[in-house]
């Protein structure tokens, strides 16, 4: 008895480099005992990828199951592979009686020549948790092109007035070490990428830690106005349902906010400075150890700055631009999000009446709101941040009209 395979990309797999990535999940009930990979271009056939099995007797192997079969294509592999088409072959020959073999192909270009990119040479101050711009020139065949910061990313747009250059807004992370440096890159379709240094000097910044004391009332309040029905915190007892909501939902919510970078308008929204208002309480990137019954029970950093004295006054928008978000989102209660352009946005948390929608153009000292106590706020107060291409900075610079002129729209001008 013969079975066929099934071979199909766990992703798709258009263009091919030096090298490139390819999963293929394999389905045979008997398994496979070779498994090969091809490059087929002008007339000729290169192999990629080859993996062999013991062979068994067919009987004994009936419900083997799927398997996936990851390796790398491309001029590493192949080095007679040019710049065009070509076609990636996978085989497969079952591990049964008659050992058929089965075959699946995809036409795929090959694209080997790399970008390049330069970075331009002005001086880049940048403070640790805080962001700056830097303008730089991709040439050759290129995809994408930004700005990476360790883990980070951030995307870059045409620089105005200059067909052939980009910029980037981007941002040096609280939570990375002093010691990583920035760079530009862009990277063709195949995923081969060049990078470029640029001059910068950090000043590392030390956040406050805090103790943060919470009782079992306090605890109550907290999880009820978050989750009051227990569907996005179910739990034993209110400290494990707390510490989902503290922790799993935060960072929920924190994804949900940084995927907002994607509703964004190519172009300066705002306009000047970017309004403070309210008391200082807890500061951009506080590290809250939470203290319950004298333990620490969790630790958390809080991305913003929470200002008070705003009981029953309303919230205004702190500069020019368009609604992105008006609604509940988890431990912020209701929030808005306002675009200011070029990824770029500001937070407004804890409100307890929004009177904006999404898609509202807003301006300077708009009310969009009340301020209030919803999601996880202990008392009233306006949760503020910004984020810029999702990732949450600190506002302090965006409330200095110098500093915004000299680092940011100088540069863009």
Not at 7 to 33: D, E, Q, Y
Not at 112 to 130: C, E, K, S
Not at 301 to 311: E, I, K, M, P, Y
Not at 375 to 384: E, N
Request: net charge neutral; glycine share 8%; aromatic share 10%.
């Amino acid at each position: 008895m013969s079975t066929h395979t099934v071979l199909s990309l766990a992703a798709p797999v258009k263009i091919i480099g030096i090298r490139t990535p390819v999963t293929v999940r394999v389905t045979n009930p008997h398994g496979v005992r070779r498994f090969s990979a091809y490059a087929e271009q002008n007339g000729q056939r290169y192999l990629l990828f080859e993996q062999s099995a013991p062979t068994h007797r067919w009987w004994w192997r009936r419900h083997e199951p799927a398997r996936t079969v990851a390796f790398e294509v491309g001029k590493n592999k192949a080095p007679n592979l040019k710049e065009g088409q070509a076609r990636l072959v996978v085989e497969a020959v079952s591990d049964d009686f008659r050992g058929s073999t089965d075959t699946a192909s995809y036409d795929v270009s090959v694209v080997l020549t790399a970008p390049r990119v330069v970075a331009d040479n002005a001086q880049h101050y940048i403070n640790g948790g805080g962001m700056e711009l830097v303008t730089f020139t991709p040439s050759g065949s290129w995809s994408e092109a930004g700005v990476r910061v360790g883990k980070y990313t951030f995307r870059s747009f045409p620089l105005p007035g200059h067909a052939d250059q980009r910029f980037a807004m981007f941002a040096y992370p609280w939570d990375l070490p002093p010691d990583v440096t920035p760079v530009v890159y862009a990277r063709n379709l195949a995923g081969t990428e060049a990078t470029a240094r640029f001059w910068f000097k950090l000043f590392p910044k030390k956040f406050r830690v805090r103790d943060f004391p919470i009782d079992d009332a306090l605890m109550e309040k907290l999880v009820n106005s978050v989750d009051p029905t227990g569907t996005l915190a179910p739990g034993p007892d209110l400290l494990s349902r707390f510490l989902k909501i503290n922790g799993d939902l935060r960072r929920q919510n924190n994804q949900q906010l940084a995927d907002l970078r994607f509703k964004t308008e190519e172009k300066v929204l705002w306009n000047g400075p970017f309004v403070h208002w309210g008391k200082e309480e807890s500061m951009f990137a506080d590290v809250r150890k939470y203290i319950y019954h004298g333990k620490q029970i969790d630790q958390q950093v809080h991305l913003g700055f929470d200002l008070s004295d705003v009981q029953n006054e309303p919230v205004n928008a702190t500069n020019d631009g368009r609604v992105a978000w008006a609604s509940d989102l988890g431990i912020y209660g209701n929030c808005i999000v306002v675009d200011h352009g070029y990824a770029l946005q500001s937070i407004y948390g804890h409100m307890s009446r929004i009177d904006v929608k999404v898609g509202d153009m807003v301006k300077k000292g708009q009310t969009m709101g009340i301020a209030g106590s919803t999601g996880l706020a202990g008392g009233v107060h306006v949760h503020f941040s910004m984020q810029i291409d999702g990732v949450q900075v600190n506002p302090r610079e965006w409330w200095d009209e110098h500093w915004i002129e000299d680092r940011i729209l100088s540069k863009l001008k």
